[in-house]
């Protein structure tokens, strides 16, 4: 079955302090693994993306690990913000069929991140 | 704003009614998805759309139905509606079908009373 599992569901952090979410996954053939951010009353919003290959990506205060083996990814926000609170997905990227593909996403965790 | 646009925002309606749910894609983009977001199932993967022709088919319940018409909007159609379907619904689109980058919409809000 293909599930990514997200944890925790929500998270409570000082200002300044680093957030880290994790997620796991069992399906081997995910090839993308793409982070989302969610603020209230609006859609998911693309935050950062890895590809397998890699083990880590960093764009800006945002980092993704990411252990193949382990078949986990997780999200590091440094320096975290108050205006960094709001709700992040991961989801994982799989081919449905000839040339198409779709995203499953985790649960989601709700971030609050305190002044 | 990520140019996907979803109609209406906010919906109520009784039990056993039909809704239909509209989505117009950012300009250019040929792939539209539909997902369910609740509190406990979280985001959902319903369907998928590509220039017209359904793609991938998630957990939509055979109550519930979509279309992407010739000048890309989508429709999805919630029948027989039943409290448990109360939920958010975005639509998103995507220039491709390889779901790399997939841009929301805002979403609508049903609520089955």
């Known amino acids: 079955q293909q599930q990514v599992k997200q944890s925790p569901q929500s998270l409570i952090v000082q200002k300044g302090g680093i957030s880290i979410i994790n997620c796991a996954y069992e399906n081997t053939a995910f090839d993308y693994f793409p982070w989302y951010q969610q603020f209230p009353g609006k859609g998911p919003a693309l935050l950062i993306a890895i590809r397998p290959d890699v083990s880590e990506k960093k764009e800006g205060r945002f980092t993704i690990s990411f252990n193949k083996s382990a078949k986990q990814f997780s999200l590091h926000i440094m320096d975290s913000q108050p205006g960094d609170s709001a709700t992040y997905f991961c989801a994982a990227r799989s081919r449905s069929g000839g040339s198409n593909y779709k995203l499953t996403f985790g649960k989601g965790t709700l971030l609050t991140v305190n002044p | 704003d990520s140019g996907v646009t979803q109609t209406p925002k906010h919906l109520i309606t009784a039990t056993g009614q039909r809704v239909t749910l509209r989505c117009s894609p950012r300009s250019g983009d040929l792939s539209v998805y539909w997902y369910q977001q609740s509190l406990d199932q979280g985001l959902q993967f319903l369907i998928q759309?590509?220039?017209?022709?359904?793609?991938a088919k998630g957990n939509i319940l055979e109550r519930f139905s979509a279309q992407q018409f010739p000048d890309l909007h989508s429709e999805l159609n919630l029948s027989s509606l039943e409290l448990g379907d109360s939920a958010l619904y975005f639509c998103a689109s995507s220039v491709r079908d390889n779901g790399n980058t997939i841009y929301f919409g805002e979403g609508s809000w049903l609520t089955v009373v």
């Open positions: 759309y590509y220039n017209g022709e359904e793609r």
